[in-house]
């Protein structure tokens, strides 16, 4: 079994999610990370079509000692150069196409063992298969479950942004591991039937989205929710939640990182960052205590 660190990078804003990044910055982010001490390192063809696995990979050539985790879902194929369409600030000769058939989960982790310049995998994670559940149950899922038992990859999973289809999984398969991004953090707690029924199966969750898209990232929260705009109830109590923590010198984003490893099914967190900067205050707060008294009294905001 894979043992997880505590904390993981998301290499998808340093593929130019919503802003391009350079590739000096980008390998300066990487470099931070490490030099933080993270060795979980999650990225996806999705991101930045390619662009992420490609800079993750050159920036983890000659390290070793850590976890790597990757997707499938979206073969990348040609297309005419342009503008990306899908939230990355690039411009790509690739398009997505959704394949979760054997063969396309095939070519994808092979195509993806190639941009990252590996021989292997740790982590498999089915991306997204909302629309195609039945395909990547039948097809997507025996697949990879071949490749680990040939040692191919290490562990399967689902990474997704919601927490029924995973349920579906983590009932009907042997999965090893459930990346659920923003349905378990201090605003949403909606997953946390995924939660306890992994803890019950002994699978286990990576989260992501801990801060719900900027709203929990500053000690002021945003105004935006899984990136739209949040409505007045929402903020209201994120403010509240945010009051509480400042009672307690608890910073807001503090908390938010730190509340999803307080459940049993959770492994790691795992953090997006475009810049050094971003990934040297996340270290800086994750490593300092909790008192125990503020998590009971945000359990009276509610979620």
Known sequence: ???????????????GLYRAVSPEQARATMDAAWEAGVRLFDTAPHYGLGLSERRLGEALHDRSGYVLSTKVG????????????????I???????????????????????V???VPRIDIALIHDP?????????????ALAELRDQGVIGA????????????RFVRETDLDVVMLAGRYTLLDRSGLPLLDLCAERGVRVLAAGVFNSGMLATREPGSTFDYVPAPGPMVDRARKIA???ESYGVAL???????PLRHPAVASVVLGARSPEEVRANAALWEREIPEELWAELETVGS
């Open 253 to 259: 984003p503090q908390a938010a990182m730190a509340f």
């Open 115 to 117: 941009r990252l310049a």
């Open 243 to 245: 009051k509480i923590c």
């Open 130 to 142: 909302d629309d195609h559940v039945e395909q990547a149950l039948d097809e997507a899922y025996p």
């Open 156 to 167: 399967v999973g689902v990474g997704m942004n919601q927490w029924r289809v995973p349920a």
């Open 91 to 113: 411009v790509s000769d690739l398009r997505r196409t959704w394949d979760f058939s054997r063969d396309g989960v095939l070519r994808s982790l092979e195509e993806s063992l």
């Open 74 to 89: 979206r073969l990348l194929l040609p297309g005419p150069a342009g503008p990306d369409p899908e939230g990355f600030d």
């Open 1 to 15: 079994m894979i043992e997880l660190p505590r904390h993981g990078f998301g290499a998808a804003p340093i593929a």
